[in-house]
């Protein structure tokens, strides 16, 4: 009998506690369900474009765009590219006396990528002294191409 009583009042207590909730206000429910729904338009061709962080942010190599200079003559312009596609760069390069030539280059971390005679080389930041040329030793903003070979500094 008092197992039975135990069942019969874990069941009721539920009910019991249930009829203890506050009522929901259907009342305010009908009021809102009597006025449309508000629809915003945002297919404005004159509203501003939402900025995008991501896309916005700046790479680190942006900052290597203008002339960096060799030795002799040579040297090495980096352009934002034609398309204006974020990472990509056009690039100038006389890295002999007898050869300029342009290329294509990508953003690939903290370098940009480019292939010149069938090679993928990469464009990364140094010092002077990792030029290989002695003009340059002394310089501390530069960007090497080949280590110990190959280099331009501003």
């Given at each position: 009998m008092a197992m039975l009583r135990a069942i019969v009042m874990s069941l009721a207590l539920p009910a019991l506690l249930a009829g203890c909730a506050k009522s929901a206000d259907n009342q305010a429910a009908a009021n809102n369900s009597a006025q449309p729904p508000v629809i915003e338009n945002v297919d404005d061709a004159d509203s501003a474009p939402v900025p995008n962080a991501a896309a916005d942010a700046r790479l680190p190599t942006d900052d290597w765009v203008g002339r960096w200079t060799g030795p002799e003559g040579l040297f090495l312009d980096i352009q934002p590219a034609p398309d204006g596609q974020r990472g990509h760069y056009a690039l100038t390069n006389k890295d002999n006396l007898d050869r300029q030539g342009d290329y294509?280059?990508?953003?690939?971390?903290?370098?940009?990528?480019?292939?010149?005679?069938?090679?993928?080389?990469?464009?990364?930041?140094?010092?002077?002294?990792?030029t290989g040329f002695k003009y340059l030793t002394d310089k501390q903003d530069c960007l090497i191409v080949v280590p110990g070979q190959e280099g331009y500094c501003r």
């Open positions: 294509q280059g990508v953003a690939d971390g903290t370098t940009i990528r480019f292939v010149r005679d069938g090679k993928d080389l990469a464009i990364r930041p140094g010092k002077g002294a990792d």
